[in-house]
């Protein structure tokens, strides 16, 4: 073989542009609680001119014709807008699967009738933890008890009750407790997702990683549930990619499925795409769904793998995992083109494992992590100082 022709692995391929088949509608970053985890923007205070009803509206519709089936509201808190069943009532008219993506604050019973009536498919519900002490803490608000309420409710209006948990370092040693508190509130399934690192949740990296040992006893615990409960309630538990050595194939490829809108008409191939250096990013106060998917720069950034660099342009993987995430290869590699520091391949590599040690290095306990660094809370005013 001439040593000037690149292998097929290692071609360029342009795959043609597919629709979008998920509309993640990121109402407002208003939200009632604080959580330390939150993937939001750090400076999302000052994200400001949210879009009115009838934008939303016009977003809904284009992206319907575009080809879109699958509509996420989500925030922030999405309950926070007033107009959030109007709202769900087009969504559900144009033929939308639609799913609340919610803390539970905002719901009562007038609104959850009003959802139902207006046609929503489908609501996701969160708890920071099994006990009200540590739920409450995370989120730096009282709120446990009135999420048992909404959980209630949302069996009363007989939608599936999905429960999520984000986890970290300070829940997962009792992991068991959340997956008996989500069979005590009949939920069909339980998502177990352990923190991500972007945004919000980037700052507070060193107080909420794991360590690995933490890790696989929940993966155990978890799997001992699993056999004892069968199919009552579906557990689903997502390993944080730092303990992975392959990358996971982030947003299933940049530009491929998914389409985001934010709170001030800003159009994202990811959710932290706001980040990302030397990105135009299109509004949609000033460009078609249509424009934007197909001819927009932000969205052609990465897809395919012209962009790729190596060692994933000649990876015979890169068709699996698209080099994993641009935005974890900003934060830790510096550069939103290099592999994903997650893959033992990157000569990035040792970033992850530094992270992981010393999370390992760490006294043992939650609560050292805590009093070593406090936990940084999301608020307004942090969002100024950061
Ligand atoms: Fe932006 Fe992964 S979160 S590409």
Known sequence: MDAHIPTSAAMPVAPPVTPPHWLLAELTYRC???????????NY??????????????VMRQARALGAVQ????????LS???????VAEAHRLGFYTNLITSGIGINETRIAALKQAGLDHIQLSFQDSSRELNDFLSSTRTFDL???VAALIKKYEYPMVINCVLHRHNLPHVDKIIEMALELDAEYLELANTQYYGWAMKNQAQLMPTHEQLLEAERVVGEYRAKIGKRCKLLFVVPDYYEDRPKACMNGWGSVFLGVAPDGLALPCHNARDLPGLILPNVRGMS????????????????????????????EKSND?????????????????????????????????????????AGTAQSAVEE???VFRTDANSRKL
């Open 32 to 42: 009632p609680l604080h959580c330390a985890f939150c993937y939001n923007p750090v």
């Open 45 to 58: 205070d000052s994200v400001k001119n949210e879009l009115s009803t009838g934008e939303w509206i016009d």
């Open 71 to 78: 509509l996420g509201f989500s925030g922030g808190e999405p």
């Open 81 to 87: 807008r007033n107009d959030l069943e109007e709202l």
């Open 147 to 149: 999420k048992r309420k």
């Open 289 to 316: 769904l249509k424009e934007i998917w197909y001819g927009s720069s932000a969205f052609n950034a990465f897809r395919g793998d012209a962009w790729m660099n190596e060692p994933c342009r000649s990876c015979p």
């Open 322 to 362: 698209f080099g994993g995430c641009r935005c974890q290869a900003f934060m830790l590699a510096g550069d939103p083109a290099a592999a994903d520091p997650v893959c033992s391949k990157s000569p990035m590599r040792h970033k992850i494992d530094e992270i992981i040690l010393h999370a390992a290095k760490r």
């Open 373 to 375: 660094r406090p936990i």
